[in-house]
Nanobody
């Protein structure tokens, strides 16, 4: 069993940056696909970015492409989401999640087996 704890959220002005971290404990996650999701009030949870087990393959939602970067450090059991040029529409609770059945990128919410508790990101205009 892997436990995930996100950190790094907060309040930032539009155009600013934040770096989210997701620390894993328990079973190693180094062979799992990892993803960052977000959920805004009244909206469904959506995939923001996903990364394969080695970090060599990534995928981004169109809404964040070119602004966000996902990365991982398997030695530190940590996944990161660097968020630049933030917009008010990026405001949401951000969740880290892992798919233990995939070593590639993983696109679907239902494929993920374990989740963190989420961290709030608020972007003011």
């Amino acid at each position: 069993q892997v436990q995930l704890v996100e950190s790094g959220g907060g309040l930032v002005q539009a155009g600013g940056s934040l770096r989210l971290s997701c620390a894993a404990s328990g079973r190693t996650f180094s062979r799992d696909a990892m993803g960052w999701f977000r959920q805004a009030p009244g909206r469904e949870r959506e995939l923001v970015a996903t990364i394969n087990w080695s970090g060599g393959e990534t995928y981004y939602a169109d809404s964040v492409k070119g602004r966000f970067t996902i990365s991982r450090d398997n030695a530190k059991n940590t996944v990161y989401l660097q968020m630049n040029s933030l917009k008010p529409e990026d405001t949401a609770v951000y969740y880290c999640a892992g798919d233990r059945d995939s070593r590639g990128v993983s696109y679907y919410t239902s494929s993920y087996d374990y989740w963190g508790q989420g961290t709030q990101v608020t972007v003011s205009s």
